[in-house]
Each structure stands twice: as C-alpha cells, then as structure tokens.
C-alpha cells in the first residue's frame, strides 16, 4: 500500500507532503512520488493529516473494562476499543491490589495475544509503591514500601513486559529501589509528597520519569518547587500530562508545553472503564466511581482516572487549548515511546516501524486507522 497526497507527519515534528509505503506490516519507504508496483493498493489522503497511531502509556480501562480484571475479554475490549480510536499503542496501568490479585493481572498480561496486532507494548505499575498521604485513588489496605522482590516477581509473571514502576521516592529511604530496579526498567514518580530535593535525588540516582505531572504531588510553587521543579530541571526526564481538561487547567498544559517541551511532555489519558461509557456508576482498584460529564470521583471526591480516550485529550489539546498541532502529536506518539524505550517499535512514521497510521481531518476526526497496515477503521472518504 502507498498512502499519497497527504500532509505526513514526521519523526522530526513537522509535516511534509510525502509519500508512505507500507510493506508487511511495517513502513518500507517515506519518501516523495513513491512509484507503486503492479496491483499496489493506493489511498488517497488528500487533504487528510497522515500521522502514527498514538502511544498511551498510562491508561487503565475503557468501554465498562478493567486491564486488573486480568481476563483476555477485558484486554481484547479494551484494545480493541483504543485502536478504534486511533490509539494503537498502549502500555496499560495496573493499581494498587492485594498480591495475589496483581499476580493473576501480570500473569494473564504476559500471556495475551492480541487479534488487532501488538497493541500492548507494555504495563506500567502504578502502585503499591506509594505515599499515603498521596494516594489519590490507591487502595490504602494494599500499600507497600518499595520492594524490589515483589517487583521482580510480577516482571516475571508477565515475563518482563513492565515498562515502568511508579514510586514516591520518600519511601524508598536510601533511593535503593530505585538505583537498583532503574537498571531493569524505567522508574516513575509519582503518588509522592517529596520535596524537590527528594525528588532531584531520585532522578539522580535513576528515575526517569513523573506520572501524571502535577496530580498527586505537591504544588508548584516559587519557593517549594517540588517534583515539577526537579523534574524540569534534570533535561532527561519525561513527565506525562493528563489533558482532558479536567486533571489539569489549560493554562498549566500551556505553562508544561512551555517548560518542559514536546520533547519531553508525554500526554497520557489515564483513563478508566467509564471511558466509551455514558455517566453512571463504575470501579477503579475495587472501588466504587461516580462518573458524570467525564469527571471519574470516589465517594470522598477524589478524581479517579478520566473518561477520555488520548485522542479526546489530543482534540482537546489542540482546539480548546490552543496547543500547536505538531507538539500535541509529538507529544502522544513519539516522545511517549521514547520515554519507555520502544520507539523503533512504534511512534512515528519512519522505515521499520510498525504501520500504525492515522488519517485525520482538519477538525482531527479520525477519517481511517490503519494497524501494522491493515484498516481498522475504515476512510468515510469511501476508498
């Protein structure tokens, strides 16, 4: 197949009128006037953005499904409904549970095969690991301490596809955990109430990462700059962004944008089962949800995971923020796989990645979905 005509966006964050052909699954060529062989397939993209499917890294269910139900219905649900999205990549969040609970989850994750392609990259473990008084929606009765033989265990179970660990770095007293498993996979922070000198030392000693920046952290201020501050100031490390509008102001996704770069911001959804779903009831780490007009809260209030898909967040991102298009993009699709290392899996649109291909509209409707090259979402332009 050759996608022709299209405004294809690039590794390097900007759009260029070329041509993409896709050979087993996989970009073959980017390149212009690409010459089809006999019978080649070609789809006209004319006037349509061509860009990767895009990586959420931080999600824990969608369409009434829960990634911890540990089942291949709730995995195929929920992948199925993200690649219809336009999400094609996805690195889905575990929460914090009993032991045995999170070893059926890991166990059934390593063992999933997935009918639309690799969609799941990975699982990002978000818990036990965290603060109390930062919890959010953690379950308080299965907190502990950082442990790095209960973390190899679940890496085990689901023969190493833990992609990151989340941490509150006050916990992990002498930075162990950390030093020590940041060898093994990318460590986050998160759930946390350390300082800015806490959290520097953190990184320094190997964590790379800040789950949902900004949420479930102290506040950014003048004098107490915390982990924002510590993070931005040590370049290497990605911080994800939940920009439904809901988790954080658009004034601060703009102020992040500014800080920190698209290079570095990593948009996630963080969302859960109500997300596809109409208001009503639901559960988030076995506890009851309230959801209405997409704000997911406990009882006590507390937020608890969005009812967004990333591409919600990316429209919203782009026309209610008034976010460039090409940083939203890089944004949730390359930065995302290069902060967890599967960037040549996916990402962008560059030879030997997979063909995860989205076709948008001016208004950022998706028009067709292309997974390792094969339609998933057919063009409403008819071809």
Do not use: W
């Not at 949902?212 to 102290?218: G, S």
């Not at 003048?222 to 370049?235: I, L, M, Q, S, Y």
């Not at 770069?261 to 109409?278: V, W, Y």
């Not at 009882?299 to 991102?317: E, N, P, V």
Request: with cysteine; charged share 20%.
């Amino acid at each position: 197949m050759i996608i022709r005509n299209g405004q294809v966006f690039l590794p390097e964050g900007r759009f260029a009128a070329v041509d993409v052909q896709i050979a087993d699954g996989k970009i073959g060529k980017v390149a212009s006037e690409i010459r089809a062989g006999e019978g080649e397939e070609i789809l006209d993209a004319a006037g349509l953005y061509v860009a990767p499917g895009l990586v959420d890294i931080h999600l824990h269910g969608c369409v009434g499904h829960d990634f911890c139900e540990g089942s291949t219905e709730a995995m195929d649900a929920i992948t199925g409904y993200e690649v219809s999205c336009g999400v094609t990549s996805i690195s889905a969040a575990t929460m914090t549970l009993g032991e045995d609970t999170l070893a059926q989850v890991f166990s059934a994750a390593g063992d999933y095969r997935c009918p639309y392609g690799k969609v799941l990259r990975g699982i990002t473990m978000e818990g036990p690991f965290v603060s109390k008084a930062k919890k959010g929606a953690q379950n308080e009765a299965f907190l502990r301490t950082p442990d790095r033989a209960f973390f190899e265990k679940m890496q085990g179970l689901c023969h190493g596809m833990i992609r990151q660990v989340v941490v509150a770095p006050e916990e992990d007293r002498d930075f162990t955990f950390i030093r020590e498993v940041s060898k093994q996979t990318v460590v986050s922070v998160a759930h946390t109430t350390a300082d800015y000198d806490t959290a520097l030392e953190a990184f320094v000693q190997g964590a790379s990462h800040v789950t949902h920046l900004f949420n479930a952290m102290p506040s950014f201020l003048h004098r107490a700059p915390g982990v924002v501050g510590a993070a931005f100031d040590r370049k290497e490390v990605f911080a994800e962004l939940i920009c439904d509008g809901i988790h954080v102001h658009p004034s601060v996704v703009r102020a992040a944008f500014a800080m920190f770069g698209a290079e570095r911001i990593c948009m996630i959804s963080d969302s859960m089962m109500a997300a596809g779903m109409p208001n009503g009831s639901y559960e988030l780490g076995g506890q009851p949800v309230r959801v209405k007009d997409r704000l997911a809260v406990l009882a006590d209030g507390t937020i608890a995971g969005s009812a967004s898909s990333l591409m919600d967040c990316l429209r919203k991102t782009v026309l209610e923020m008034k976010i460039p298009l090409e940083e939203a993009l890089l944004a949730s699709t390359l930065t995302p796989a290069r902060s967890l290392g599967i960037e040549k899996e996916c990402g962008s649109i560059s030879v030997g990645s997979a063909a995860d291909l989205i076709l948008l509209n001016e208004k950022l409707e998706l028009q067709a979905v292309l997974k390792e090259g094969k339609r998933c979402l057919q063009s409403r332009r008819g071809e």
